[in-house]
C-alpha cells in the first residue's frame, strides 16, 4: 500500500501543485492563453510582416528608422481605440526607436468608412498626423467632427474616390482577419497580436520584449 502511495504521489501532488499555484496566480492562465495565441499566429507574422508594419502613405508616427514598430488596427468611431490613444502617445514620447502604424479597420459602420477613406487621402497628402490627432479631439466620427478635422489637415471634408485607398482597406480587412480580429483595437508587437485594448504598461512591456529579440 505504501508502495502504491509513493508511485502515485508525484502525479497526484504534482497535479495539486499546479492546481493550487493557478488559484493563487490566475495570471498563469491568461499568460498561458496568449502564449497559445502568439503561437497560432507565428505563421501569419512570418508571411506578412512587412506588410503589417509597412505604413500606408504617412499613418505613421515616431522613429524614421526604428528598432521596435508597433502596429495598431483601429477605427476612429472605436471606444477602445479612443481610450487606448494617449498610451500610444505616451510610449512615443518615451522610446525614441519606436514606430507606431496606424492600420484603418472600419468596422462600426458608413462614418467609420467615411473617415478612414479621409484618414487614408490625408495620409497620401502627407498630413495623416494633422487629420489623426484633430478627430480624435473632435470626436467620435460625423460630418461635423470630419469636417473639422479635414480643415485641420487642409482637405476636402468628402471621401474621395481612389482605387488605391480602397485597396488598402481591403488588404487591412484580409490582414485583420488572418490575425483572428473580432474587433479593435487589435496591437501587433513584434511576435505578439493582442486582440482587445491593453494597458500602457501592456504595450511597454511588448515593447521591450521585441526590443530584445530583435
Not at 504617412?58 to 468611431?77: N, R
Not at 468596422?107 to 497628402?125: F, M, Q
Not at 493582442?194 to 504598461?201: K, L, P
Request: proline share 7%; charged share 20%; hydrophobic share 45%.
Amino acid at each position: 500500500m505504501a508502495a502504491l502511495l509513493l508511485f502515485a504521489a508525484p502525479q497526484l501532488i504534482g497535479g495539486r501543485i499546479v492546481r493550487a499555484g493557478m488559484m493563487a496566480d490566475p495570471q498563469i492562465l491568461v499568460d498561458a492563453g496568449q502564449a497559445l495565441r502568439d503561437q497560432q499566429y507565428q505563421p501569419v507574422l512570418a508571411q506578412h510582416r512587412a506588410e503589417i508594419e509597412t505604413p500606408f502613405g504617412t499613418s505613421w508616427k515616431g522613429a524614421s528608422k526604428p528598432d521596435v514598430t508597433l502596429v495598431e488596427f483601429f477605427d476612429y468611431a472605436c471606444p477602445y481605440c479612443k481610450a487606448s490613444n494617449p498610451a500610444l502617445e505616451q510610449l512615443l514620447q518615451e522610446d525614441k526607436g519606436l514606430r507606431v502604424v496606424y492600420r484603418e479597420l472600419p468596422i462600426l459602420g458608413p462614418e467609420s468608412v467615411n473617415a478612414a477613406r479621409l484618414s487614408l487621402a490625408a495620409s497620401k497628402a502627407g498630413r495623416f498626423v494633422q487629420f489623426h490627432d484633430a478627430l480624435w479631439a473632435a470626436g467620435r466620427p460625423s460630418p461635423e467632427t470630419l469636417a473639422t478635422a479635414s480643415d485641420a489637415a487642409g482637405l476636402a471634408s468628402q471621401p474621395p474616390a481612389s482605387a488605391d485607398i480602397e485597396a488598402e482597406l481591403k488588404k487591412n480587412f484580409q490582414l485583420a482577419g488572418q490575425l483572428g480580429a473580432t474587433g479593435t483595437p487589435l496591437f501587433v508587437i513584434g511576435d505578439r497580436v493582442f486582440n482587445s485594448a491593453v494597458s500602457y504598461e501592456e504595450l511597454k512591456k511588448a515593447v521591450a520584449d521585441a526590443r530584445t529579440k530583435a
